[in-house]
């Protein structure tokens, strides 16, 4: 089964494949509100200290494990420490991203949604901000939406490593970068914008707390697609004689620099609008629309189609990503369950769809259903995010660094990564996990 596996066909494709795991919902509609709430250019700079002190050993720690055992999760732990209890953790990372591709494929159908509004030109007057919660709170608008994005997911993966998945990156990944670059252009030229510029480039430390870090440690994780196995499966597509360290360095720089062009791109239109950077996560869906609504009383046509560009570049951005998820579990189907892919990709967009509805579901008819505080979608989120993500992170760090021969994972870094992956990445992780549990 493994000798016929696929793989990416050059560096370039697997950077592109794996940079669309990492560039999406999370650099555009995360980042940008969580930069607004926590203190700008203070937050961005914790952030890129959380990418290169823990991040980047846990992207190169799942690559280096992906690479040497040519499977995907299950299998890589079975091939490496056959017997061992590790196989719990390949467990885990089948389960976890398919747990945050069910909600995340919710929000893929927001833009869906959004993007259909666009190309209609609806957002071209001014009172559409009460829009996204009348939408998102409906039935059957976002269940339809959910099913649309999913099952999108679903034909790129069936078409398998080298023909869906590579191909879709390699071409979206680089329109991504020219689309947030449009964007940025038109937003950072709007009258009032200089003040958004300040804001990300002046940093506020006194918002700056043990929550802020834990949340932009977190955010890290999260768009670098990290502790879940997508990383590592993608990374069991790559070449023996592929460098790694040049295609995670490659990855984490294109994702930084895309998050950034993000914040450039958002928060320049929301000072604009003189609408409060903080808004939290409705901050895409609800001030984007209202500022493009605005602009439209002037410039109808070129806010219209800088809408329709927004959109079509959220749901890129979101596509590329959710099919890293659906191929990590598909992997392990085909691999460990000899499923045929065609099932495989069934039986994952049964489950994820399922759940998906509840998550949906989570913002109307069953808002009041609450577990520690969070609806479904929420709690969903926090569990993946704060537990699922760095306890990953730190198994395997400590798996690569502790467990595995050390000449094997030497010869793919250098002395300095070894150490962030051995020391630093996991115990930094845990200080957080803890600091976030007592706090
Ligand atoms: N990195 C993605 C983003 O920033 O939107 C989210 C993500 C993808 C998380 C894949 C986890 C994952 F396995």
């Known amino acids: 089964m493994a000798n016929n596996r696929e793989n990416f066909g050059s560096r370039f494709t697997a950077v592109m494949a794996m940079a669309g795991s990492a560039i999406g919902l999370?650099?555009?509609?995360?980042?940008?509100?969580?930069?607004?709430q926590n203190g700008g250019a203070a937050f961005i700079i914790i952030y890129l200290l959380?990418?290169?002190?823990?991040?980047?050993?846990i992207f190169m720690a799942e690559s280096i494990i992906g690479k040497a055992s040519h499977k995907s999760t299950f299998g890589a732990m079975e091939t490496l420490a056959p017997g061992t209890k590790w196989k719990w953790l390949g467990l885990i990372t089948v389960a976890s991203p398919l747990i945050i591709m069910s909600y995340y494929s919710v929000v893929g159908g927001w833009s869906i949604e959004f993007?259909?509004?666009?190309?209609?030109?609806?957002?071209?007057?001014?009172?559409?901000?009460?829009?996204?919660?009348?939408?998102?709170?409906?039935?059957?608008?976002?269940?339809?939406?959910?099913t649309l994005f999913l099952a999108s997911c679903a034909i790129i993966v069936l078409c398998g490593v080298t023909k869906g998945i590579e191909k879709f990156s390699k071409i979206t990944t680089p329109l991504l970068f020219v689309l947030i670059v449009v964007i940025m252009a038109y937003s950072c030229t709007l009258p009032g914008a200089k003040a958004g510029i300040t804001y990300l480039l002046k940093p506020d430390f006194s918002k700056i707390d043990a929550q802020a870090v834990s949340m932009a440690v977190g955010q890290s994780f999260f768009s670098l697609s990290l502790g879940v196995g997508t990383i590592l499966t993608y990374a069991s597509y790559?070449?023996?004689?592929?460098?790694?360290?040049?295609?995670?360095?490659?990855?984490?720089?294109?994702?930084?620099?895309?998050?950034?062009?993000?914040?450039?791109?958002?928060?320049?239109?929301?000072?604009?609008?003189?609408?409060?950077?903080?808004?939290?996560?409705?901050?895409?869906?609800?001030?984007?629309?209202?500022?493009?609504?605005?602009?439209?009383?002037?410039?109808?046509?070129?806010?219209?189609?800088?809408?329709?560009?927004?959109?079509?570049?959220?749901?890129?951005?979101?596509?590329?990503?959710?099919?890293?998820?659906?191929?990590?579990?598909?992997?392990y189907l085909i691999e460990q369950k000899n499923f045929s892919r065609r099932n495989a990709v069934l039986v994952i967009f049964a489950g994820c769809w399922a759940v998906g509805i509840l998550c949906s579901l989570s913002f109307g008819p069953l808002a009041g259903v609450k577990v520690l505080g969070e609806n479904i979608f929420g709690l969903?989120?926090?569990?993946?995010?704060?537990?699922?993500?760095?306890?990953?992170?730190?198994l395997f760090t400590v798996f690569v660094g502790w467990k595995m021969p050390k000449p094997q994972v030497r010869s793919e870094i250098s002395t300095v990564i070894y150490y962030?992956?051995?020391?630093?990445?996991?115990?930094?992780?845990?200080?957080?996990?803890?600091?976030?549990?007592?706090g």
């Open 238 to 331: 790559i070449k023996k004689e592929e460098n790694l360290l040049a295609t995670g360095l490659g990855t984490s720089a294109f994702d930084l620099l895309f998050a950034i062009i993000a914040g450039f791109a958002i928060m320049p239109a929301v000072f604009a609008a003189g609408i409060e950077p903080g808004a939290g996560p409705g901050l895409i869906f609800e001030t984007l629309p209202y500022i493009f609504g605005k602009m439209g009383v002037h410039t109808p046509v070129l806010s219209g189609l800088i809408a329709i560009l927004f959109f079509v570049t959220i749901l890129f951005a979101a596509l590329t990503s959710a099919i890293s998820m659906y191929e990590t579990g598909v992997a």
């Open 115 to 146: 993007l259909f509004k666009s190309l209609a030109f609806k957002f071209n007057s001014p009172d559409v901000t009460s829009y996204f919660g009348n939408f998102i709170s409906s039935t059957w608008g976002p269940l339809i939406c959910h």
């Open 26 to 36: 999370g650099n555009i509609w995360r980042f940008p509100y969580m930069v607004g």
């Open 420 to 438: 962030l992956i051995k020391y630093v990445a996991p115990l930094g992780i845990l200080a957080i996990m803890i600091t976030q549990f007592i």
């Open 380 to 394: 969903l989120d926090k569990f993946a995010s704060n537990i699922l993500m760095p306890l990953g992170g730190i």
């Open 50 to 57: 959380a990418a290169l002190f823990l991040s980047l050993p």
